[in-house]
């Protein structure tokens, strides 16, 4: 028996190949599991909490509005995004006029158009 241990130990082919089936075996099981978890939770309808719902105020829609600019504040030195009134975003204020602005006529508002220009 000893002379079969001392065969064993000095081939060196039976730990290594042990821990080679061993690996792959937990391979194995670990995408079975995560193939099984696909599969239930694919198999499952969501709950009712989990579905989207309407707001309360009903459907959102989306609005279009000029927006004043808000005027900078003078004298203080240079203002970081976070020391302005509205963080650097646009102001609060809705435009009295709704008109959108456009170009000049004539012109075709882009740069370097070769065009006579509005002026």
Known sequence: MNTAWMEMAA???????????TGLAVVALLLGAFILGVRLKRRRPPRPEEQPRMPD??????????????????G???LTPHELKT?????????????RPRWNEGSSG????GGPGGG
């Open 11 to 21: 081939g060196g082919d039976a730990p290594g190949f042990g821990f080679v089936v």
């Open 57 to 74: 105020g009903g459907p959102v829609r989306e609005t279009r509005e000029q927006r004043e600019p808000d005027a900078m504040p003078q």
């Open 76 to 78: 203080r030195g240079r």
């Open 87 to 99: 963080h650097g975003n646009q102001a609060d204020r809705t435009s009295a006029s709704q008109e």
């Open 110 to 113: 882009s740069f370097g158009s």
